[in-house]
């Protein structure tokens, strides 16, 4: 089956069932009615077949290579806020069957109360329907590939002493049946390109970073020759860190580019804007609704309907259609991200971001593509407005406590900013905060947002799901800024 078919077979479950997974509707319905009756409000049965595939080259040649296929169904049954989660890598009815009799067993415990059904009120979208999924692609051309960066890589500076060229693909098979009778499926690919590169010079060795995919093809790396605009990337931030300066330190005007500095965006605030945190009031934004919370100027959505992007789907992990969800609107807080069990909790509707690592875990809610909507400032002129501060391009790691929204993050590419001048590169810059107080401090935004190129991965709660994020040029005064300048 390919990932174009899947509109068509959303419109007939029961061939999905059959063809892959082995399972009839009638056996779905005995599983879900007789399995699960009872004392529960909802019930689902998630089943995924997925197959990985990575080659990494290091040091001229590939040296590993590897491919794993992966099958399993996770069963969950809810009651109030109790939730019942079991599942397994045995696609089998008896297996199932157990399954379901164990995640009842845990939901039923909570008080009894009527059943709700939950119905789709969005039709599916066909996001990302690709004529060969990157799985599919010739082992050969992705060899070809990874050769071709680490000569680019080599060929641009002396200094370079490492390259590292990964492409990582997946394609994912899912189909969702719930209790209350509706069924949906989805064929996901995803595919990745990183690039790191080790640049050395009288004993000092720097690292430069950079990549992009998406729900694409293997050939999305080779239009607009964008492998090699990936290795210039990396290159040049290996290059310039090799003369870069110490970071100063002290309350700075801080600067932040267009695209993967969204990541600060989706850390220090789109946490706190998911739904779990918010019913049980540990967010920083709990009982917020419709309070300013940030600058005018500020608009941030979450939007999981952008074709072939990273964290675009055309289901969430629930089966409900994903859509393109406001949080901040002009600085006001208007909606938090939701899967079921936390739109029903809280008496709002679910937003299309429940989602999953996979069939061995339950969904919560989660971010899909979340940035900042575009402003009217010129970039150039924001940049010009700052006599002393930061410029930061790109980050590192990072860590947000979600319950007061601290944050701190490594900046991995940086520059000052003198006179309004973009001057020398700094190392060791690390921004310090507090995430709804940074968004208030907003006072320039850029009219050039940018979406990342497509590498993010959010973890929560021990699950990983691939993310997007996004960004224009924005001002904010008065972060404070953790330097090694002495």
């Given amino acids: 089956m390919t ?19 082995g399972l009839t509707s009638s056996l779905l ?18 089943l995924e077949y997925r197959v990985n595939e990575e080659l990494v080259l290091e040091e001229g040649a590939v040296k590993k290579a590897s491919r794993h296929v992966s099958q399993g169904a996770g069963v969950r049954a809810q009651s109030g806020e109790r939730t019942g989660y079991a599942h397994t890598d045995e696609v089998s ?14 939901a039923e415990r909570a008080a009894t109360s009527a059943i709700v059904p939950v119905k789709p009120d969005r039709r599916p979208h066909d996001l990302y329907s690709l004529a060969v999924p990157p799985v599919a692609a010739d082992l050969s051309k992705k060899t070809a590939l990874l050769e071709r960066i680490d000569k680019a890589a080599r060929a641009a500076d002396p200094r370079v002493r490492q390259v590292i060229a990964a492409v990582s693909s997946e394609d994912q098979i899912i189909l969702i049946a719930t209790a209350s009778g509706w069924t949906v499926g989805d064929v996901r690919p995803l595919t990745r390109l990183s690039i790191t590169v080790v640049a050395e010079e009288q004993g000092r060795r720097e690292v430069g970073t950079y990549g992009g995919g998406g729900r694409v093809p293997l050939d999305f790396f ?8 990936f290795t210039a990337v990396a290159t040049n931030q290996a290059l310039l860190k090799l003369r870069a300066v110490d970071a100063p330190a ?4 801080v600067v932040l580019g267009p695209g993967w500095p969204g990541i600060l965006l989706h ?21 917020r609704m419709g309070e300013r919370v940030a600058s005018a100027l500020v608009t941030v959505v979450d939007d999981g309907t952008l074709p072939n992007r990273r964290g675009s789907l055309n289901v969430d992990d629930e089966g409900t259609a994903t859509g393109r969800n406001v949080l901040i609107e002009h600085g006001v807080l208007r909606g938090y991200m939701q899967d079921r069990l936390n739109a029903r909790l809280m008496g709002m509707a679910p937003t299309g971001n429940g989602r999953r690592e996979s069939f061995a875990y339950p969904p919560m809610p989660r971010m899909t593509n979340t940035f900042m909507l575009a402003g009217q400032d010129d970039p150039e002129e924001i940049i010009r407005s700052v006599p002393y501060g930061l410029y930061a391009v790109a980050f590192g790691g990072g860590q947000v406590d979600i319950t007061n929204g601290k944050f701190v993050f490594s900046a991995s590419e940086a520059y000052l900013i003198e006179d309004g001048k973009l001057t020398a590169p700094v190392k060791g810059a690390t ?33 990983s799901v691939p993310v997007g994020v ?15 300048q002495v």
Avoid at 93 to 106: D, G, H, K, T
Avoid at 268 to 275: Q, S, Y
């Fill in 29 to 46: 319905e005995r599983l879900l009615g007789s399995a699960l009756a009872g004392r529960v409000e909802d019930a689902d049965l998630f």
């Fill in 3 to 21: 990932p174009g078919s899947v509109t068509r077979e959303i419109e007939r479950p029961e061939r999905f069932f059959e063809n892959r997974f």
């Fill in 470 to 484: 996004g960004l224009p040029t924005i001002r904010v005064d008065g972060i404070t800024v953790g330097g090694t």
């Fill in 431 to 463: 921004l310090i905060g507090n995430g709804p107080d940074v968004l208030t401090r907003v006072s320039r935004v850029g009219h050039d947002l940018k979406l990342d190129e497509g590498v993010g991965t959010c973890g929560k709660d021990g699950q």
């Fill in 93 to 106: 009815l008896p297996s199932l069957e157990e399954a379901a009799r164990q995640a009842r067993a845990i």
């Fill in 250 to 253: 002290g309350t700075l005007t």
């Fill in 267 to 287: 850390e220090a605030v789109g946490h706190g804007l998911e739904g779990d945190f918010n019913r049980k009031k540990v967010s920083a934004f709990s009982g």
């Fill in 222 to 229: 080779l239009e607009e020759e964008r492998w090699k605009r």
